[in-house]
């Protein structure tokens, strides 16, 4: 029986009322289900169990695993039982996939839902998966009224986190009706916050720690280099191993280093060679895995392709892979079986500076090591620093010659760098994770969400703003910010306030008037004088006084959470000209032979739309201004933008060069130069327009970039664009962007703003980000269409094939083509050869250029209408093609002809497309 089923069983026999079994019957029935699949409670596990069934709200600190995970099944299982809905929350998108695949397999896909901001699945179900942020601005919006039966929170240490750990805080203020389940391995010390929660709840707090692993820890410290340190490892039966570093680069550099050791046997080789089978390494970073993994040394961290990382976790699972270099994203969760973490490094960058890894950290990381029901003990190496090792090599090549030993000239760290040593090793291991620190913070779009409830508006942002656990400065900080933001919203019309709705305001805006719950940790009041602001919003006891102050505006129901710039990008789309196709920038008037190595919309420090921009005209591509402008409100891509920002200098710098300015001018010349920022001027200026009357906009940062547009432009694949950037250890994050730019393009643009030009990119798009990892498009589609048999597939299964989508890869082909257009108008011809080796693209240039004076690469080059595609040969595995140049004569009497290789393109999952003539008319 299922979970479910054999709690109803219990119930019934236990002569529970339908819909609410009472304690006893759901522990029994929980108790009977794990035995049924293998589990044995641990003693932490069987007392969480029974205090959630009783009610009482938990905090299960315990070391990593103790089954923390079978203790939220009890959970969630105890909740629909009774008729309630359960909320799971984790920090990051990939856990909370992990977790509703697993909760659909024991509950059933009806029962579990997932909402993460930009995908939703089943949402209405009894128990939702979801990111922190969903349930905090759910609790925003709707209170204590909220739908919220319990609330499972896993890896609660991110409520110390400085930018998300709002999150995790405002559930536990906003939420009193529901029951908590908080669950981390490094918690720390938690009295206040249980104390806090039982105030607000009523519910009793069982506090679940200090609780002995199932399967002890070894640590030990290492002076050996990493290489002798792992072949020992491996020696003495201590595999797997994961390598931690602290870099993507270092976690590469270290399995290639590994890479000329034995790590695996012939048959073991085999048998990883028959697991991947047909798995597809078609990028750059994937053919360098692919080396790696059929040696026995997997590569784990978060810049790789989903699909990389889960083919590297499934040969783990199975036992393939006797070493893995990652990074310390091990510590979230991520399920990868290990019995021996070597840490490489007790310093970290932590994005601003150099330190030593918390307590906190170094328990999270070293918590992964040992797995309950295959190992007896886990295995924790710390590595000493690198002088201290080559300290260590020099003594014992002295060996017992105390006159070797005595000219020894001992290394020590470089200056400025963050050292540690064994007693760095020893009080981490000793040490408990630091308290957590709360983080809340308020938004423009926290303060709208509070507002949007109604009610009582003035006690609802009092109670955030002041009954929290924040230290007394902070709140008052709080309250500060609050009354900014509320007058900005007041002022530009996003809210209305009605006569009478304030009393007696000071003249800072604040009443006299102070809060009446005790604050979080401290029952002493709260005075207020703090530079010279003091008190807080009124407590507006006159009837009917609290219920005028509304909103002028409706939200969407994912308000500030799926794209919350999404609004203005529908007012900035509003500015551009649908008919507007011309391609002014890219004309047939371009000079020939130019030297430049990107189209003009990409050039270097330049802004070609800057006088568009004051005339509100676009570029004279409709389509591609779209486009730009939703890329204009998505997270700035860090390494793309500093990699195209490097290129477009290294490109500056050349052409100075060329036109001879002095080494003084050049410099100063480059600090202009950046990344390309299409409609900058425009959107700019629409940005301040739309704030002005929607200042809540201005909690997001409006961000002109070309990532999408440029990848169009240039008609590159997924791997061009990696190799032109230079990206290959950041392909996930690459992929993660274009994923999300589709999804915004395809949920923002209304219906009426879109056209046929705008459809073919997006189709493409589409196809580009299915074609590099469909991973879990095929997941989803596997619980709506389950295939016949059950057995899931050793590896990740390759994508549909890029002939299904016949919009999509006509946009394909066509880009195929256009590429030999922008290598013609540049005049390429070496690359033009290795293209089409069987064409004599020199001399057909040289023809071409006899005729006309340049190619032209702008808009109507591009236009479909260029491009004749016959597919009436489809059937011998071939379409013909054909491009028209766009001359600047405008007698269009040159051809590129070519076929489609539809095989080959199948197998590749691009356009595959070669040249057979390039003549004229």
């Not at 939220?72 to 105890?78: F, K, L, P, S, Y």
């Not at 039982?198 to 290492?222: D, K, M, N, Q, W």
């Amino acid at each position: 029986m299922t979970l479910l089923e054999t709690i109803a069983a219990a119930a019934e026999a236990a002569g529970s009322p339908a819909g609410a079994p009472d304690a006893d019957a759901l522990y029994d029935a929980f108790v009977e289900w794990a035995g049924d699949q293998g589990f044995a409670l641990y003693p932490a596990q069987d007392e969480a169990v029974i205090e959630i069934v009783s009610g009482s709200h938990v905090i299960l600190s315990t070391p990593t695993g103790t089954g923390k995970s079978l203790v939220a099944v009890a959970a969630h299982a105890a909740a629909v039982a009774r008729g309630g809905r359960t909320y799971y929350t984790a920090p990051i998108k990939a856990l909370v996939s992990e977790k509703f695949f697993a909760l659909v397999d024991i509950f059933g896909a009806a029962n579990v839902g997932m909402v993460t901001g930009d995908s939703s699945v089943n949402p209405d179900a009894p128990i939702v998966c979801c990111t922190a942020e969903i349930l905090a601005n759910l609790a925003l919006r709707q209170g204590a009224d909220a739908a919220v039966d319990q609330v499972v929170m896993d890896e609660f240490h991110y409520y110390g986190d400085p930018e998300r750990g709002w999150a995790w805080q405002v559930p536990l203020l906003l939420l009193p009706r529901a029951q908590f389940v908080l669950m981390s391995a490094t918690l720390g010390d938690v009295t206040d916050i249980a104390a806090d929660l039982e105030r607000r709840t009523g519910r009793a707090v069982s506090r679940i720690t200090g609780v002995e692993r199932p399967v002890p820890l070894h640590f030990s410290y290492a002076r050996r280099p990493v290489h002798e340190t792992v072949e020992e490892l491996l020696q003495t039966g201590e595999a797997p191993i994961y390598i931690v570093h602290f870099s993507q680069a270092a976690a590469m550099e270290r399995a290639q280093a590994l890479s000329s050791i034995k790590i695996v046997s012939r048959e073991q080789r085999d048998a990883i060679a028959e697991a991947i089978g047909g798995f597809r390494f078609t990028t750059a970073f994937g053919r360098t895995l692919s080396r790696y993994v059929r040696a026995g040394i997997g590569v784990h961290h978060a810049g790789m392709l989903p699909r990389y990382r889960r083919l590297v976790e499934t040969l783990a699972q199975r036992g393939l892979l006797r070493v893995i270099c990652g990074t310390d994203t091990l510590g979230v969760g991520i399920n990868v079986p290990i019995r021996t973490v070597l840490i490489t490094a007790l310093s970290k960058f932590d994005g601003t500076k150099m330190r030593q890894l918390t307590a906190r950290e170094f328990h999270q990381i070293s918590g992964r090591a040992g797995r309950a029901g295959y190992d007896t003990a886990g295995t924790v190496v710390v590595m000493a620093p690198e002088w201290e090792i080559e300290n260590e090599a020099a003594l014992r090549k002295a060996g017992d010659d105390p006159a070797k030993r005595k000219k020894i000239v001992r290394k020590k760290a470089p200056t400025g760098v963050v050292n540690w040593g064994l007693g760095s090793f020893e009080r981490l291991v000793e040490a408990e994770p630091e308290p957590l620190v709360p983080q809340l913070q308020l938004t423009a779009a926290m303060l709208i969400n509070v507002i949007a409830r109604g009610g009582d508006v003035f006690t609802n942002v009092r109670s955030l703003v002041f009954d929290n656990h924040e230290p007394r400065a902070r709140r008052y900080e709080l309250a500060r910010r609050a009354i900014a933001i509320f007058r900005t919203l007041v002022a530009a019309d996003v809210v209305e306030v009605a006569r009478g709705a304030l009393e007696t305001p000071s003249t800072d805006g604040m009443s006299r008037n102070r809060p009446q719950t005790a604050p979080y940790g401290d029952d002493s009041g709260t005075r207020g004088e703090d530079s010279g602001t003091r008190g807080e919003m009124t407590d507006a006891s006159a009837p009917g006084i609290r219920d005028q102050i509304r909103l002028t505006v409706d939200l969407q129901p994912n308000f500030a959470l799926n794209q919350p710039l999404s609004p203005f990008a529908l007012a900035a789309i509003e500015l551009l000209d649908p008919d507007d196709t011309a391609g002014a920038r890219h004309n047939s008037t371009d000079p020939p032979r130019q030297p430049a190595e990107m189209p003009d919309s990409a050039a270097a420090g330049q802004n070609p739309w800057s006088s568009a921009a004051r005339t509100g005209a676009g570029t004279g591509h409709y389509a591609l201004d779209v486009v730009s402008v939703i890329e204009a409100t998505l997270d700035d891509p860090r390494p793309i933008l500093a990699q195209q920002e490097f290129k477009a200098r290294g490109e500056a710098v050349a052409a100075m060069k060329a036109d001879g300015i002095e080494y003084d001018e050049r410099i100063a010349l480059l600090e202009e130069v950046t990344y390309p920022k299409p409609l900058d001027e425009l959107l700019a200026q629409a940005y301040e327009v739309f704030a002005s009357s929607q200042p809540w906009v201005r909690d997001f940062e409006l961000s002109p970039k070309s990532v999408v547009r440029d990848m169009f432009e240039r008609a590159l694949s997924f791997s061009e664009l990696i190799s032109l950037y230079q990206l290959a250890r950041s392909e996930g994050l690459v992929l993660r962007y274009l994923s999300d730019a589709y999804r915004a393009i395809r949920q923002t643009v209304p219906a009426e703003a879109q056209t046929e030009d705008l459809h073919d990119l997006v189709a493409w798009l589409g196809e580009v980000v299915r074609q590099v990892d469909s991973s879990l498009v095929d997941e989803w589609g596997a619980l709506v269409n389950p295939a016949d048999d059950p057995a899931a597939p050793v590896v990740p299964p390759a994508p549909p094939s890029v002939l299904t989508n016949r919009r999509a890869f006509g946009v394909l082909v066509r880009n195929e083509l256009f590429r030999r257009v922008q290598l013609a108008a540049l005049q390429r011809d070496d690359e033009l050869v290795e293209l089409d080796a069987d064409v004599d693209w020199p001399a057909a240039l040289d023809a071409y250029f006899d005729d006309h004076d340049s190619i032209g690469t702008g808009g109507p080059a591009r236009s479909p209408r260029l491009v004749t595609i016959d597919e009436t040969d489809a059937a011998s595995g071939v379409w013909r093609v054909e491009q028209t140049i766009d001359d600047p004569a405008g007698d269009h009497d040159w051809r590129i002809r070519g076929v489609v290789d539809l095989a080959a393109s199948e197998e590749t999952g691009t356009a595959v497309v070669r040249v057979t003539e390039v003549v004229r008319l």
